[in-house]
């Protein structure tokens, strides 16, 4: 079966000479929920750029359902990557919530009277469709980072990937989200530092550092694992242990 | 329209004015302004029966002339230029309550305040009865480039980002016990308004990574926006005609 995410020996140096990835290997099966963790600075940003052809690999290779990221077919690689990004005021952009939320699809060639319905279903699934009018400006944290996710969900993505989904939100709010991304039904690659939201959503981890991966398995025995945790600069939060 | 993006000159109504699309509106408010600006200084009557005219919008629109009034202050500054004219024109002059006008200086001023009066006025309706992202989408609609609609849009949407953003650095600074007095001390001002705008171009360019993200290639996907009748159209223009007619007939008058 083809994987939804299939990046083999990816390496990437920035313009100014930086390397930042030395070599990443990462399958996701379809259905799987990934928590990609790591310390500041570890390359995390710089993958999740790399799965929706932002940057070009130096080396190795991206395939997304199959498809290799290639620039003849970069437009189809980011309708199959839903990138909800850290700060949803990046990614709200137009005047109203339905507005942002056809944007995607409307890009993608989506027309009328698909695209309503589209917007309708994605608000749907997120539980904001009563925002569909609001401007996002006025929205509190937890309805901004639903209608963010909305705004992704209505491309269809081949795999949902999130940066940091649980930053400023209140613990409702984050409670909140976790069930609406348990309740996709979607594969999902999730960034964060949330090592609990990380146990809670993703039953396997991978952790990279210094550009490379150097731990992939069950959520629950890394986090277990003090010693890993601290020589990659994790930690869980005040008061939780696992064993 | 949702009240979550109300901006100050929008009065929410479902009034025949606001429910007209919004390209019709812009263009009925140009050519009406237009007709106002190619009016005679000296056909008064004129100006009066324009007015006339937009008293029957409002009334239509069911805007208070008080709400109007406070709206059109923002004319202020230009009054006071036309006020002046008459005393420092020259050319023929006057003798009024004891003062010496120039006659031209008086038409000049006469010329400035009233065009400036009613465009004002008209810009004015035309806010009030129009939500920003309909004046948008009306523009593009009127084969307004896209590239200024896609600025217009997302400075609508980020004005409000940047100001907040803004109002938290003040309140960081002035939390920290700063309280400018003297331009000497404004230093921290300054600094700020910089970090402020490195902020935005930074925030610019996250915006444009999301947007890419989600397959923008440089054009704004056409959302469609009501087209409008012929009789729609008939019923906009007539202001605008009528304000037309009056412009011919002041050559007559004047």
């Not at chain 2, 003297?182 to 935005?200: D, E, N």
Request: charged share 20%.
């Amino acid at each position: 079966m083809t994987a939804s995410l299939d990046v083999e020996g990816l390496a990437f140096a920035y313009p100014d000479g930086h390397q930042a990835l030395f070599g990443v290997d990462l399958r996701i099966e379809r259905g799987e929920r990934v928590a990609l963790l790591g310390p500041n600075g570890a390359g995390k940003t710089t993958l999740v750029l790399h799965l929706n052809g932002v940057h070009r690999a130096g080396a190795g290779r991206v395939e997304v359902g199959g498809l290799e990221v290639t620039r003849e077919n970069v437009q189809e690689i980011r309708r199959r990557v839903g990138i909800v990004f850290q700060d949803p005021d990046d990614q709200l952009f137009m005047p109203t919530v339905a507005d942002d939320v056809a944007f995607g699809p409307a890009n993608f060639g989506v027309t009328e009277p698909e695209l309503s319905l589209r917007v309708k279903e994605a608000l749907d699934a997120v539980g904001v469709a009563e925002l569909a009018d609001r401007s996002p400006m006025h929205l509190s944290g937890g309805q901004r980072r639903r209608a963010a996710l909305a705004t992704v969900l209505a491309c269809d993505p081949e795999i949902l990937v999130l940066d940091e989904p649980s930053t400023h939100l209140d613990p409702v709010a984050r409670r909140e989200l976790a069930d609406v991304l348990l309740g996709l039904d979607r594969t999902m690659l999730m960034v964060t530092h949330d090592l609990p939201y990380a146990l809670q959503l993703c039953p396997r981890s991978v952790v990279i550092d210094g550009g490379v991966v150097v731990a992939d398995g069950p959520t629950r025995d890394l986090l277990a694992d003090a010693d890993f945790l601290a020589a990659h600069r994790l930690e869980l939060p005040f008061g939780f242990a696992l064993d | 329209m949702a009240a979550g993006h109300a901006h100050p000159l929008y009065r929410a109504g479902d009034s025949v004015v606001h429910r007209l699309p919004a390209h019709v509106k812009i263009v009925v408010a140009f050519l009406f302004v237009l007709a106002v600006v190619a009016t005679p200084r000296e056909a008064f009557a004129v100006f009066g029966l324009q007015f006339l005219l937009l008293v029957g919008v409002w009334v239509a629109a069911r805007i208070p002339p008080g709400w109007l009034a406070t709206r059109a202050l923002i004319e202020a500054p230009f009054v006071v230029l036309a006020v002046l004219l008459p005393f420092f024109a020259t050319g023929p002059r006057v003798e009024w309550m004891g003062m010496s006008l120039a006659v031209d200086g008086l038409l000049a001023g006469w010329n400035i305040l009233v065009k400036g009066t009613l465009g004002v006025l008209v810009s004015v309706t035309l806010a009030a009865t129009t939500p920003l992202r309909d004046l948008v989408s009306g523009l593009s609609r009127l084969r307004v480039p896209s590239m200024v609609c896609v600025i217009a849009t997302l400075m609508l949407r980020y004005l409000e980002v940047i100001a907040a953003e803004a109002r938290r650095m003040r309140l960081a600074r002035v939390s920290r016990g700063h309280d400018p007095r003297f331009v000497w001390q404004l230093g921290a001002t300054v600094r700020s308004v910089g970090a402020l705008f490195l902020r935005s171009y930074e925030r610019g360019e996250r915006v444009h990574l999301a947007m890419l993200s989600r397959g923008y290639t440089g054009a704004m996907p056409a959302f469609t926006t009501a087209s409008a009748s012929t009789a729609t159209w008939s019923l906009a223009l007539v202001p605008a005609v009528v304000a037309a007619l009056l412009a011919v007939s002041g050559y007559w008058v004047a």
